[in-house]
């Protein structure tokens, strides 16, 4: 909403009002807390109201900021406060993309002061004693100890400080996701956490780190906002399996929480960790003794033999989706809304993981030639990162634009827009159903190989048979060329086979005849794998 009172300023009284605003926030922009320079800026200086006029908020004077005219452009919220704290939030972001990651609860607490001491405490049967002496409070204070009936968890309720609060990355991987812009603003609005975190502590000894597990997005808001203290429900002595897996069914069978996928797969590799361990206990085996296969994991837990099945596979997953040198995971919309990024997980799985990941148990030792670097898990997902970072090179590399992103090019197109040709090449070969059919062909590529060697077909075992430097200078070969076809980058087709989402077979049959299904004419002629990998 425009504003009337600065719309009367004379150029002179409108200067004035900046100089003051300029002195009264000490030089700094309010949104993004940046120098703004009155000389260097004079034509890039925004004027704003703090709280918006359409909420309540005052045209005058005391209601006014001074931002760079950039950030009041790209805010995040209209309330300039928020906005300031969001500004943050990404600021944050940026600074962990670095270590490709994104910002969790134990990001924030560490950025606001917290996270840093352990609590001591007296417990008794019905009772805890306890108090904050590392912040100068001696007082002692006692709350009830309640045992839940069912599960025979005891647990506590205190509103505790932030600097005796951590973050459980174990239980709980999720980092903060985009909904945090909207619970910043609700907390905001005086409006009531209707939910509090749920935490945990370790008794022996007296002294202990409160690590939240659930609730961080809410914890994180409030943080964000200047909250100091939080009420946590706090659980004595809980079994970590148990939490993680309430947590992950909590994310999955219930849906109680929007955990996306990757998430999903890293609770299940936590979970296969911690089998892992009962496992050695229960066996009395050593603690590095892992002469076991996949096979005997399954046999040993009884009746939960599906479960371990995808905990394993889960670890196999994550452990290639997390590897930090896998140079795919710049393009990967890991929570599957967003419109910067080309791939979504959701489709990494369907076709990397679902082609190229053995999906039965092993019953080689976890530990088989592993030093020697052939033990065939470590060979398949070694594998599955180069064939990645290999596509990512070829295909998105200094091509796919972030800022650009996804939404509505052929849409765009449509209307006259243009593209870098890189950028258009790398959106529509991401498009599910068509990296569903191309990529299968990598497969082909490598089989092939194998089968003109005279060498047996390793079939669903492809990717745990390491492959020699030929298949691998073929299958670049193949994304290179693939990659150059006439049809990622002819414009004209945004009306047709771009238009609409396809099914898989219909881009099975454009590259098997190099028509639509339809008879439209796509390819010069159907893709010929020979040719492709000259």
């Known amino acids: 909403m425009a504003s009337l009172y600065l719309g009367r300023l004379k150029s002179d009284e409108r200067q004035s009002l900046i100089a003051k605003l300029h002195g009264m926030q000490k030089g700094n922009c309010f949104i993004c807390e940046q ?11 925004d004027i704003d109201h703090v709280i918006p006029l359409k909420i309540g908020g005052k045209d005058d004077p005391v209601n006014f900021a001074l931002t760079h005219a950039s950030c009041n452009r790209s805010k995040q919220a209209s309330h300039l406060e928020v906005a300031r704290i969001l500004h943050r939030f990404s600021y944050l972001k940026e600074k962990l993309a670095a270590e490709n990651r994104s910002p969790n609860l ?23 004693t306890y108090s904050f002496g590392e912040l100068g409070d001696n007082t002692l204070r006692s709350v009830p100890v309640y045992e839940d009936e069912l599960s025979g968890f005891r647990f506590f309720f205190a509103k505790l400080p932030i600097q005796y609060l951590a973050h459980d990355d174990h239980i709980n991987p999720r980092s903060i996701g ?16 209707l939910h509090v975190p749920l935490a945990w502590i370790k008794s022996d000894g007296g002294k202990s780190a409160i690590r939240v597990f659930d609730g961080q997005h809410k914890a994180a808001a409030q943080i964000m906002l200047g909250a100091r203290a939080l009420p946590v429900r706090v659980f004595i002595d809980p079994d970590p399996d148990t939490l993680i897996t309430t947590n992950t069914n909590a994310g999955t069978t219930l849906k109680q929480v929007a955990f996306d996928k990757s998430v999903q797969r890293h609770l299940g590799n936590s979970l296969y960790q911690d089998r892992i361990q009962r496992f050695l206990k229960e066996t009395t085996r050593a603690e590095d003794d892992l002469g076991f296969s996949e096979r005997d994991l399954v046999n040993h837990f009884k009746g939960q033999s599906r479960e371990i099945k995808r905990y394993i596979l889960d670890a196999v997953r994550n452990g290639v989706t997390s590897d930090p040198s896998n140079k795919l995971r710049d393009y990967i919309d890991f929570g599957g809304r967003g419109k910067e990024s080309p791939l979504s997980y959701s489709t990494i799985e369907k076709t990397f993981y679902s082609f190229f990941v053995y999906q039965e148990v092993l019953e080689t030792p976890i530990n088989y030639r592993a030093e020697e670097g052939e033990n065939p898990r470590i060979v398949e997902c070694n594998q599955i990162l180069r064939l990645m970072n290999l596509i990512a090179e070829v295909i998105y590399v200094d091509k796919f634009d972030a800022e650009i992103g996804t939404d509505k090019i052929e849409s765009k197109l449509q209307k006259g827009e243009t593209f870098k040709l890189g950028h ?29 060697l005279g060498k047996p077909d390793p079939k669903d075992r492809l ?10 200078e073929n299958i670049r070969k193949f994304l290179e060329n693939l990659s150059a076809m006439p049809l990622w980058v002819n414009t004209d087709l945004s009306e047709t086979i771009f238009g609409g989402k396809q099914n898989n077979g219909f881009w099975k049959t454009v590259f098997e005849t190099g028509r639509t299904p339809q008879g439209m004419v796509v390819l010069t002629q159907p893709l010929n794998l020979i040719e492709m990998i000259k």
């Open 178 to 193: 985009p909904n945090i812009s909207k619970l910043v603003e609700e907390f905001h609005q005086k409006r009531p956490q």
């Open 424 to 452: 258009l090449r790398a959106f529509r070969m991401s498009k599910e159903e068509i990296i569903y059919n191309w990529l299968q062909y990598v497969a082909q590529i490598a089989r092939h190989y194998f089968i003109t």
């Open 463 to 472: 990717f745990q048979v390491p492959f020699p430097d030929q298949v691998w």
């Open 106 to 128: 134990g990001d924030l607490l560490q950025q606001a002061g917290g996270g840093n001491h352990a609590l001591g405490f007296k417990l008794s049967q019905s009772e805890l």
């Open 35 to 45: 120098e703004i320079d009155l000389v260097v800026h004079k034509d890039t200086i």
